[in-house]
C-alpha cells in the first residue's frame, strides 16, 4: 500500500509452486475509497532465472515508492535488514537510485 501511496504505482507479484509449470502474475494496488484489493494484468508466464532455466518455485514482490534514504533504525534499509534475518531463506534486494544495495549475506 506505500508503494501505491506514494508513487501511484501497484505492487507487481509473481508466484510459483512447485507442482505448476507456470507463475501466476498480478498487479495488486488498494481502492482507498472501498477499502478493497484490486487487482490488474492477472495472468501466467514462465519465471526464467538469469542464466535461462526454469524456477522451481518461488514469491517475487517489486513495488517501487519514494522513501526518505537514510541510515539508522527508522531506515528502509534497517527494515529490509531485520526482515532479511528473520526470513533467511528470502533473497531481498533494495535498488535504490544509485543501483543495487546489498542488505545482508546468504545465512
Known amino acids: 500500500m506505500y508503494c501505491q501511496l506514494t508513487t501511484g504505482r501497484k505492487t507487481h ?9 507456470s507463475a501466476a502474475i498480478v498487479d495488486i494496488g488498494l481502492d482507498t475509497r472501498k477499502n478493497k484489493a484490486t487487482k490488474t494484468s492477472e495472468g ?6 538469469p542464466d535461462g532455466t526454469l524456477k522451481e518455485h518461488g514469491l517475487e514482490i517489486t ?3 519514494k522513501a526518505k534514504y537514510q541510515r539508522g ?35
Open 73 to 107: 533504525r527508522q531506515s528502509v534499509y534497517q527494515y529490509l535488514r531485520m526482515t532479511s534475518i528473520v526470513n533467511p531463506h528470502a533473497d531481498i534486494t533494495l535498488l535504490t537510485q544509485t543501483g543495487n544495495s546489498p542488505l545482508a549475506e546468504s545465512h
Open 63 to 65: 513495488c517501487r515508492m
Open 44 to 49: 501466467r508466464e514462465l519465471w526464467e532465472r
Open 13 to 21: 507479484v509473481r508466484s510459483k509452486i512447485a507442482t505448476e509449470t
